[in-house]
């Protein structure tokens, strides 16, 4: 868009896009001259954006005829390459990762300042530390008379059991002896039980054969009373039927009734007495037998009792003896681990002064290292610190100079294959506004192993 004014005054601003064919310019007019800027966008690769003012020109006075030029109205098709908008977000993300970088390199110098001071701090120990040197001799040799006189306690000690071992093992010999004496006893005993059982058992047979012949009799005598009463019956029936009268001169009668009471009771008087003779013998034979096995029950009852205590004795016995045995087996371990640790203690305080020796000198090695790293840190810092005084002292120069409104500036932005952001800044201003032409260019924000440069200088016209 175009304006003319009366005072003859206009200025115009161009944008052209690349790839687009398109370009626009804007004037405007101001009071005693004139004045242009235009902004130039190339390819992805290089973007290059440029602006130019100038002013000057006569004054006038008066109100000029304002012509529209009509196809400036028309809507522009201004499309925006998307080329543009990636290099940007590129651009942006480069320096969120640069300014990561530096925050990151900032920490670590940080700690290494850190790490630098307690490294002093250990060397200055480490200077200020008396040396002198333990001698460790004397408290082995203590340690080891310690040990030597328990050992000579441990010895003693062991006599002492030695004795009290023989003691115990002189009453095991009596109570083995008794242990004999009393298995003897036991077995003439289960024999002697063994006999009595027999003898028992004949006693029983022989009563259960009298038993048996007590029925017999028992029956046989049954047998005999129905056969005599069989017969009575049969001479009763006999003497009914015949009537016999016989006259003799004996005047002897035969009563069988009482002969036959008197055999039964004869019979009855040896039976009665034969039972009576055998119940009072197996009477006799039982309680005598029924007291021999309480007898013999209550000797193996007590033997048993007393086994029982041998076995204990022996075992509780045979038990210190082994607890012995192992004390003293501890006891000597105990010496020679004792011994051994002595030794050991010796060697591993001599590693230990020797380790330490080793870590001294090692320790003054990292610390040099850390001094170095430090001093190059330190280098980086300064070049970087440098470098951001001066990216700040351009910028604000340069704002400075387009708030002042300078005559012609040219800004140029462009990419390099390595990922290297360069600005070139240039200003003329004519001998109206004091003579004095300004340029500078910066070399900003390289990629890992690059460097930054600067370089600005002031020439008059």
């Not at 030029?69 to 993300?93: C, G």
């Amino acid at each position: 868009m175009s304006i003319h004014l009366g005072s003859q005054v206009f200025s115009s601003r161009s944008a052209a896009f690349p790839g687009r064919g398109l370009q626009v310019r804007l004037s405007s007019a101001r009071p005693g001259g004139f004045g242009s800027r235009s902004l130039l966008g190339l390819g992805a690769s290089r973007p290059r954006v440029a602006v130019r003012s100038a002013s000057g020109g006569p004054g006038g006075a008066g109100i000029r005829q304002v012509t529209v030029n009509q196809s400036l109205l028309a809507p522009l098709r201004v499309d925006i390459d998307p080329a543009i908008q990636q290099v940007r977000r590129e651009e942006r993300e480069q320096i969120k990762t640069l300014n990561n970088r530096f925050a990151s390199f900032i920490d670590k110098v940080r700690f290494l300042e850190q790490q630098n001071k307690l490294l002093e701090t250990k060397w200055q120990f480490y200077q200020n530390r008396k040396c002198c040197e333990s001698n460790l001799e004397p408290l082995f040799q203590g340690y080891l008379e310690t040990l030597r006189r328990e050992a000579e306690c441990v010895e003693a000690d062991s006599g002492r059991l030695a004795s009290e071992l023989n003691h115990v093992q002189e009453v095991l010999e009596g109570y083995k002896k008794k242990y004999e004496e009393e298995v003897a006893l036991r077995t003439t005993a289960e024999n002697e039980f063994v006999v009595l059982k027999k003898d028992i058992d004949s006693a029983y047979l022989r009563k259960a054969d009298l038993e048996a012949n007590v029925e017999v009799l028992r029956e046989e005598t049954a047998f005999l009373q129905a056969l005599y009463e069989e017969e009575i019956y049969l001479l009763h029936s006999q003497i009914s039927d015949t009537s016999v009268v016989v006259k003799m001169d004996n005047s002897r009668e035969l009563n069988m009734d009482s002969v036959v009471a008197e055999i039964k009771a004869q019979y009855d008087d040896v039976a009665s007495r034969s039972r009576a003779e055998a119940e009072s013998w197996y009477q006799t034979k039982c309680e005598e037998m029924k007291a021999t096995v309480s007898q013999q029950g209550e000797n193996l009852r007590r033997t048993k009792e007393e086994l029982h205590e041998l076995n204990r004795l022996i075992q509780r016995l045979t038990a210190e003896v082994e607890n012995a045995k192992q004390q003293r087996c501890k006891l000597e371990g105990a010496v020679a681990e004792a011994e051994q640790q002595g030794e050991a203690a010796l060697r591993d305080a001599k590693c230990k002064l020797a380790g330490l020796e080793e870590a001294l000198q090692k320790a003054k090695q990292d610390m040099a290292c850390l001094l170095k790293e430090y001093q190059e840190v330190m280098n980086s810092k300064l070049g970087l610190d440098v470098e951001i005084a001066t990216y700040r002292k351009l910028l604000e120069g340069e704002e400075s100079r387009l708030c002042e409104g300078v005559g012609s500036v040219n800004i140029c932005v462009s990419r390099s294959q390595g990922g290297v952001v360069c600005g070139d800044l240039s200003a003329t201003v004519p001998r109206g506004l004091g003579g004095v032409a300004t340029s500078s260019g910066i070399l900003c924000a390289p990629s890992v192993a690059g460097a930054c440069s600067s370089a600005r200088s002031v020439r008059f016209a």
